[in-house]
């Protein structure tokens, strides 16, 4: 078995990783382009995933030139806003996201949500499985417009992970990338003691660069791009997980799954 680091809290992403919000991305701005006779593809959609909106708008709308020249970024971020505002009431948990999430609730583990939505969005995506899932959180979780976290530093930048360890946590983590001078060794090894779970690359790096231990669960789409698809540079994850059902936590000096698997 490979030697893990023991963990001491965890910090989930959102979209993609605990709801399958992904799937209302998708079918949003496919419902968009129709119109115009363009589809975003796996091929494009994987280099949006974990961008801030805005720039992953503007990426996207970089594959359709011939669009017509009033179809702005804003005119997009409008169109897919009240789309997906139609949409969020019905996104649920992905596989094995309850049963995890409310074992380390149970057990007292520290866990907060980290996620690049917009507060509004986190609002309208969470409202309806607050019972079942969010309010597992407690109030512990941090948005990307959230005024502490520093305007435009949206993933692969660690400063979300560091805000969701540092003020929802009460872990002395500190501010920077961990390879950064100004770090204390003790902020280093407070660092470690995190496992941060993510499907997007651009988190993964968020991840590593906060100096934390990273989980990564990425869409079945995005691994069957192979070749064609993104890649990570430098920051690669501790661990590959198909979904979240394969996680075993006593391997990461968690407390195991109870017998009972609700």
Not at 30 to 45: F, P, Q, R, S, V
Not at 83 to 101: C, K, S
Not at 229 to 258: A, H, I, N, R
Request: one cysteine or more.
């Amino acid at each position: 078995m490979v030697e893990r680091a023991k963990i001491e809290y965890v910090i989930f992403d959102m979209d993609g990783l605990l709801i399958d919000s992904e799937r209302v991305y998708t079918e949003v701005t496919n419902n968009i382009l129709a119109k115009y006779g363009k589809e975003m593809t796996w091929d494009i959609k994987a280099g949006l995933m974990g961008k801030p909106e805005r720039e992953a708008a503007a990426h996207l709308l970089s594959f359709f030139p011939d669009l017509p020249p009033d179809f702005t970024i804003d005119t997009y971020i409008d169109l897919r806003r009240v789309g997906q505002d139609a949409l969020w009431p019905t996104v649920q948990p992905l596989p094995g996201v309850l049963r995890l999430v409310r074992h380390l609730r149970r057990h007292r583990v520290p866990i907060a949500v980290a996620t690049g939505s917009q507060r509004r969005n986190y609002a309208q995506k969470s409202a309806h499985l607050m019972d079942a899932l969010f309010g597992c959180f407690e109030g512990r979780v941090v948005c990307a417009d959230d005024r502490l976290v520093r305007l435009g530093r949206g993933k692969p930048h660690p400063d979300v992970f560091l805000v969701a360890a540092e003020r929802m946590l009460g872990r002395a983590v500190g501010e920077g990338e961990v390879g950064e001078r100004g770090l204390s060794e003790e902020q280093r090894r407070e660092r470690a003691k995190g496992l941060v779970f993510e499907d997007a690359i651009p988190g993964v790096q968020a991840g590593k660069r906060a100096g934390m231990n990273v989980v990564w669960v990425p869409d079945a789409n995005l691994l069957a791009l192979g070749e064609a698809g993104p890649t990570l540079d430098v920051e690669q994850p501790d661990q590959m997980l198909k979904s979240l059902e394969e996680f075993d936590p006593e391997e990461w000096g968690l407390p195991p799954y109870d017998a009972d698997p609700s």
